[in-house]
């Protein structure tokens, strides 16, 4: 069934390191992956997108990479600051519908 | 911030209540979303609403019944809950629904159902 994927569950990095978050899809039709930040007590908020005619995605320290043929996209922050700790949903909605699949989210602790 | 409002932010009710949660986007959008975000969970969609025409219920139980009176507002009725029906309730919207297209959060509401 439709299902997303994401990992790691939890993730820790240094002040200054990069933070690789993977996901997941399971409908090679989908066209659509956004990512969302979820700071504790906030709303969900998006960071980055990407369609499937696209390869990748950059803005600023962050940006996303999709591999169409192993149906995997992945979000990269590079020069990780304490802001960036948050909750991070990968999501991925299914062509012919009108559903957004979320992941299970990562919690994100950058560590000073 | 102010997009995509949410009132109450709180609500405790029991489960023979009725009450009712309200949302409202100053967008412009044609699409708006019912989410139930539960700890631990993915975020769940239960319904989507298309120029407000119900266009997806995703399996709810009929203890939850919303409603779209205009583009701007979507409502979410709630009776005879269940205490694993608590949980914070997210609406979003977007320019339009069923295709590439951005969502908008807003700061939900934290239901307990005792």
């Known amino acids: 069934g439709e299902n997303v994927e994401q990992h790691p569950s939890t993730l820790s990095v240094q002040e200054g390191d990069s933070a690789v978050i993977k996901c997941t899809y399971s409908?090679?039709?989908?066209?659509?992956f956004p990512w969302y930040k979820q700071e504790l007590g906030k709303r969900p908020q998006l960071i980055i997108d990407?369609?499937?005619?696209?390869g990748e995605k950059k803005d600023q320290r962050i940006a996303v990479t999709l591999n169409k043929t192993a149906k995997h996209f992945s979000l990269h922050i590079t020069e990780t600051q304490p802001e960036d700790s948050a909750v991070y949903f990968c999501?991925?909605?299914?062509?012919?519908?009108?559903?957004?699949?979320f992941g299970t989210g990562t919690r994100l602790k950058v560590l000073a | 911030e102010t997009g995509v409002t949410q009132t109450p932010r709180h609500l405790v009710m029991g489960m023979t209540n009725k009450k009712s949660l309200k949302c409202e986007q100053h967008?412009?959008?044609?699409?708006m979303y019912w989410y139930k975000q539960s700890a631990k969970k993915p975020l769940e969609l239960m319904f989507v609403?298309?120029?407000?025409?119900?266009?997806e219920n995703n399996s709810v139980p009929s203890r939850f019944s919303p409603e779209c009176p205009n583009s701007s507002h979507l409502f979410l009725h709630l009776h005879t809950l269940q205490p694993e029906d608590s949980a914070l309730y997210l609406c979003?919207?977007?320019?339009?629904?069923?295709?590439?297209?951005?969502?908008?959060f807003g700061p939900g509401t934290r239901l307990t159902v005792t």
């Open positions: 967008l412009g959008h044609n699409a």
């Open positions: 999501a991925a909605q299914y062509s012919g519908t009108y559903k957004y699949i």
């Open positions: 979003a919207s977007s320019q339009i629904a069923g295709g590439p297209t951005k969502q908008y």
């Open positions: 409908d090679s039709a989908s066209n659509y």
């Open positions: 990407i369609r499937s005619n696209v």
């Open positions: 609403y298309s120029l407000e025409e119900r266009v």
